[in-house]
């Protein structure tokens, strides 16, 4: 049964955290819980089905699975393991597996459920798991980082309780289905609420602190993991009525978020500081799109974002810096290979994910925003031509097989999908955009200098927020 893919490792991340100290079989709780939800994923392929568990009534808990949820279920999985092997080795303890575990479970629930308020459980429990994790290196900066995230969230959230409060007290149940016949109001307070962790340029400004600042395997889960639920959760809302009208406003600000986070990071200079922007840009495509298409892209994103700021934080451990031109001549081809693809990908090079998912959702818009996202693609290229460029050193590194067999799991997953969904209709026009994008890179990259991180301020990032909460209060006025 479906819902056993969530409740399997939220019993065994509890047994984890009574057994934290024995590290060994908190590892294997992790890697049982892992196991066990891709075989209850194979065993669901191809299936569609919603059903009430508990007999009461309204109030029962109604869960399901999809098209939609498939990608989001295969995401999880994917990253969730491949970050599992790169932990091993390191100096994390019993501790660190049992938050994994329990965010495996957390994150699957929020994917299957089918109502409101156990939407709302699931989201914060993983928003809680979150937010330790983000402190886990207990340094100031990652502490600072998850302050922030909380104080915003915890804003936003109360947002999101009104308008389930709302479906609730006009229909007397918390099923997506009640939103058929909501109006306007309880769609605004659910689309504000959840857009403070959606990932989205100007409404989630914790982000770059957070994502920037946590530790290797940390980074991979917020940015590939964490803002995808909400990008689930517009996909998912979209197809009822009174979420409808909000179709154009999810175009207009995904499209401004894809084109300004390419902005920022192309400036930067830090790896993981051009990866943090790089997400506001990619939630852009998949906020504009909100269709089966960005579920698949939001899919493909998870996987070489994790890729790419795995391999980051790796090399940053090794070399103790994250500015990429003091990468040069100093990281190995076994390094380089992984972020050559993870680039590859995002910039939509043909036969890798990054190429089939971004030309699905190009066909699917049109109007301005298909030119904005034109302009984000070729800044992405812009941006990750620093990567691409980073000159290899001939001494050899010895790199340990687990993290090798990490990055390796994601990149098979990128060619996979890549070759799997290959269209050979749209190569001429990934490589204009690359070809494009490159002699940009070498034309402007003297010009590039750090922008200023006021949006990022914690008494910014509020105002910035309420100042767009009161825009949408005065727009459905």
Known sequence: MIVNISLIPLFLGGLSLILNRHKRITIGLTFVSMLLSVLILVLNLGKNFETVIGDWGALGISIGYDEIALPFLLAVVVVLFAVFMNSLHKNYDGFFYALITLLLGSLNAVFITRDLFN???????????????IAYGRKGRQIWATLKYMLISALGFNFYLIGIGLVYMRSGTFSFSAM???????????????????????????????????V????????????????????????????????GVYLIVGSISAVAGVIFAMNARKAKDILAYHTFSQIGFIIAASNIAAAWHAFSHAVFKGLLFMTAGNIYERLGTQKVEEWNEKISRKEYIPLLV????IIGAPLT??????????????????YLLVIASVGTVISFAKFVFVRTSKEKVKLSWNSQLASMIMIFTIFAHGILGFDSHHVLDALVMITAGIPLYFVLKRFFKPLPKTFERLDNALLIYLVFFAVMVTFII
Do not use: C
């Open 119 to 133: 939407v709302y459980v699931s989201f914060e429990l993983a928003s809680i798991i979150g937010f330790i994790l």
């Open 180 to 214: 058929d016949n909501m109006d306007k109001l309880p769609a605004m307070l659910i689309f504000v609420g959840l857009s403070v962790k959606s990932g989205l340029f100007l409404l989630s400004m914790w982000l770059p602190d957070a994502h920037a600042n946590a």
């Open 216 to 247: 290797t395997e940390i980074s991979p889960i917020l940015s590939g993991l964490m803002v995808k639920i909400e990008d689930y959760l517009v996909i998912r809302f979209l197809q009822y009525g009174s979420f409808e009208w909000l179709r």
């Open 342 to 345: 993870g680039s590859a990908a």
């Open 353 to 370: 994910s990054g190429f089939v998912t971004k030309n699905e959702i190009m066909d699917s818009i049109i109007g301005p925003a298909k």
